[in-house]
């Protein structure tokens, strides 16, 4: 079993910042591409930036400038560093990764997510 626990949400003032986390732990070989993803009541969930193995991000056209994905592979964590937060960035993070897990087979994992709050 793999697991993934997010923590770092909560009530922001607009233009401000916040950093998520996402940590993995349980039967874990290797992990791929880690993503964040958001979703408000009502719509789809959203992806918001991911990042591979070695590093390489990519973000929603939403977010590219503000949000900074990173990773530290040996703590088998994913972050999201948010910045110039306005108040449409409300809603439920998700973190997502791709895992090898001991049995050789890989499987996609999410978080229980953790809300995010921008106040105008």
């Known amino acids: 079993q793999v697991q993934l626990v997010e923590s770092g949400g909560g009530l922001v003032q607009a233009g401000g910042s916040l950093r998520l986390s996402c940590a993995a732990s349980?039967?874990?070989?290797?992990?791929?591409?880690m993503a964040w993803y958001r979703q408000t009541p009502g719509k789809q969930r959203e992806l918001v930036a991911t990042?591979?193995?070695?590093?390489?991000?990519n973000y929603a056209d939403s977010v590219k400038g503000r949000f900074t994905i990173s990773r530290d592979n040996y703590k088998k964590t994913v972050y999201l560093q948010m910045s110039s937060l306005k108040p449409e960035d409300t809603a439920v993070y998700y973190c997502?990764?791709?895992?090898?897990?001991?049995?050789?087979?890989?499987?996609?994992?999410w978080g229980q997510g953790t809300q995010v709050t921008v106040s105008s």
């Open positions: 990042i591979t193995s070695g590093g390489s991000s």
């Open positions: 349980g039967s874990i070989q290797s992990i791929n591409t």
């Open positions: 997502s990764a791709n895992v090898k897990t001991l049995d050789g087979w890989y499987r996609n994992y």
